[in-house]
Nanobody
Framework: QVQLVQSGGGLVQAGGSLRLSCAAS????????RGWFRQPPGKEREFVAA??????????YYADSVKGRFTISRENSGNTVYLQMNDLKPEDTAVYYC????????????????????WGQGTQVTVSS
């Protein structure tokens, strides 16, 4: 069993920055892939970013809407992942969730929320105009 605890989030003006953190505990050896999703008000949960372990480095994937503005990273241990969010826009307003997947991913598999096994509690990010 894996537990994910999030921190960060808050209220920021458009153009500002925030960093989200997600710490894993329990059976962390199974958390090969880590991801971030978000759920805007009144909408379904959508993919934001993912990081998956490869030989000697991490592979990263981003939704088109955040590419070039958001950066996903992880500690060397792999237990804590981060989402650095720059140049925030009002449309980024959502509840953000971290997640963990057993195994590797690429392409559509990294964006499929059904393949993630563990989820954090969620944290609110609000971007004002």
């Amino acid at each position: 069993q894996v537990q994910l605890v999030q921190s960060g989030g808050g209220l920021v003006q458009a153009g500002g920055s925030l960093r989200l953190s997600c710490a894993a505990s329990g059976r962390t050896s199974s958390t090969i892939t880590r991801g971030w999703f978000r759920q805007p008000p009144g909408k379904e949960r959508e993919f934001v970013a993912a990081i998956t372990r490869t030989a000697g480095s991490d592979g990263k994937y981003y939704a088109d809407s955040v590419k070039g503005r958001f950066t996903i990273s992880r500690e060397n241990s792999g237990n804590t992942v981060y989402l650095q969010m720059n140049d925030l826009k009002p449309e980024d307003t959502a509840v953000y969730y971290c997640a963990a997947m057993v195994g590797y991913c690429s392409g559509p598999g990294c964006r499929d929320r059904r393949l993630y096994n563990s989820w954090g509690q969620g944290t609110q990010v609000t971007v004002s105009s």
